[in-house]
């Protein structure tokens, strides 16, 4: 089992940056992919970044050149560097890692972005 905590979200400027955190506990051992979704109001959820245990990375178009996922297997935790916010950057971000056998995702944080 792992257990995700997620922080680092909140109401921010058009333009604006943040700074999401993830720390995972548990049968950390197993983590060989960690990632961040988002689900905005009345759309599906969406992959926006995801970190291999390489460091591998891979972006969703919309946020290429603005967001940055890193981790620090030392921690357990992955984060996401998000500038130039935009308003339609607006959502709800799930943390998530995958193991051997199964996935975890996290309780989610709400990032609002308006003036």
């Known amino acids: 089992q792992v257990q995700l905590v997620e922080s680092g979200g909140g109401l921010v400027q058009p333009g604006g940056s943040l700074r999401l955190s993830c720390a995972a506990s548990?049968?950390?051992?197993?983590?060989?992919?960690m990632a961040w979704y988002r689900q905005a109001p009345g759309k599906q959820r969406e992959l926006v970044a995801v970190v291999t245990g390489g460091g591998s990375t891979n972006y969703a178009d919309s946020v290429k050149g603005r967001f940055a996922i890193s981790r620090d297997n030392a921690k357990n935790t992955v984060y996401l560097q998000m500038n130039s916010l935009k308003p339609e950057d607006t959502a709800v971000y799930y943390c998530?890692?995958?193991?051997?056998?199964?996935?975890?995702w996290g309780q989610g944080t709400q990032v609002t972005v308006s003036s």
């Open positions: 548990g049968s950390t051992f197993s983590i060989y992919a």
């Open positions: 998530w890692v995958r193991t051997a056998p199964a996935e975890y």
